[in-house]
C-alpha cells in the first residue's frame, strides 16, 4: 500500500541551527502538507503545496519556514534558525487532487527536539 | 477562528459497551475525515465524509456527518481494548484546501 514516509524519524538539534526535513509523498499524489503537533497538544496546519508553489501557510510558517520541492519526489520543510519552541512532531502529508475530496495521507513523523 | 470541537476529550469504559463521540463547527464542510492516532505515530485515517446526512461504517464504528455538514460522531458498537487511541476529526472548506484538526477525543477501553 503507497504511504508517505518521512525522515530522519528523530531529530535533535541546538538552538540557531538550521534543519531540514524530509518527506517523500504518495507518488500519483499532486498536493502536500506540513503539520506539526507540540506534544500533548492537537495537530496544527503549517503549510499546503501545490504545483510547485506555496497554496496556504497559517501564521506558524512565519519567515523561518520553508519548503522546497527540489525533485520529482522530495518535499521538505526547512527550518533556518531553529527555536526550542519549535520541538514538536512535524507531519507531513499527501492528498489526490482531482477527486473532489480532501484525503490527506499523513506520514509517521518526524520527531524535532531543539536543545 | 476555524474551530472543531471534539467531545468528550476523554472516555474510559468497559470492554462491551457502546460509545459516541462528537465533533462539532459552527462551519460549513464539504468534507470532514476521521484519524485515529497512536502515540508517537502519525493519524492514520479512517474515513471520509462528504454528504450531508451520510453514514458510513467500518466494522463495529460508524460515522455520521450533520445534515448541514456543520458536525460529525463516531460511534463504536461493542468496544474492544484494541479501539484504545486518540480520535481526530479533521476537516476541509474546500477540495484541495487546508485540513483542520479538532483536539481529539483519547479513549480508553478496559478490558
Known amino acids: 500500500e503507497p504511504e508517505v514516509t518521512q525522515t530522519p524519524s528523530h531529530q535533535v538539534t541546538q538552538m540557531g541551527q538550521e534543519v531540514i526535513l524530509r518527506c517523500v509523498p504518495i507518488?500519483?499524489?499532486?498536493?502536500f502538507y506540513w503539520y506539526r503537533q507540540i506534544l500533548g497538544q492537537k495537530v496544527e496546519f503549517l503549510v499546503s503545496f501545490y504545483n510547485n508553489e506555496i497554496s496556504e501557510k497559517s501564521e506558524i510558517f512565519d519567515d523561518q519556514f520553508s519548503v522546497e520541492r527540489p525533485d520529482g519526489s522530495n518535499f521538505t520543510l526547512k527550518i533556518r534558525s531553529t527555536k526550542l519552541e519549535d520541538s514538536a512532531m512535524y507531519f507531513c502529508a499527501s492528498s489526490a487532487l482531482g477527486t473532489g475530496v480532501t484525503e490527506a495521507f499523513f506520514g509517521q513523523g518526524t520527531r524535532l527536539t531543539v536543545v | 477562528t476555524q474551530l472543531l470541537e471534539q467531545s468528550p476529550q476523554f472516555l474510559s469504559i468497559q470492554e462491551g459497551e457502546n460509545l459516541t463521540v462528537y465533533c462539532n463547527s459552527s462551519s460549513v464542510f464539504s468534507s470532514l475525515q476521521w484519524y485515529r492516532q497512536e502515540p508517537g505515530e502519525g493519524p492514520v485515517l479512517l474515513v471520509t465524509?462528504?454528504?450531508?446526512?451520510e453514514v458510513k461504517k467500518l466494522k463495529r464504528l460508524t460515522f455520521q456527518f450533520g445534515d448541514a455538514r456543520k458536525d460529525s460522531s463516531l460511534h463504536i458498537t461493542a468496544a474492544q481494548p484494541g479501539d484504545t487511541g486518540l480520535y481526530l476529526c479533521a476537516g476541509a472548506y474546500s477540495s484541495a484546501s487546508k485540513i483542520i484538526f479538532g483536539s481529539g477525543t483519547r479513549l480508553s477501553i478496559r478490558p
Open positions: 507518488s500519483n499524489h499532486l498536493y
Open positions: 465524509v462528504v454528504t450531508g446526512g
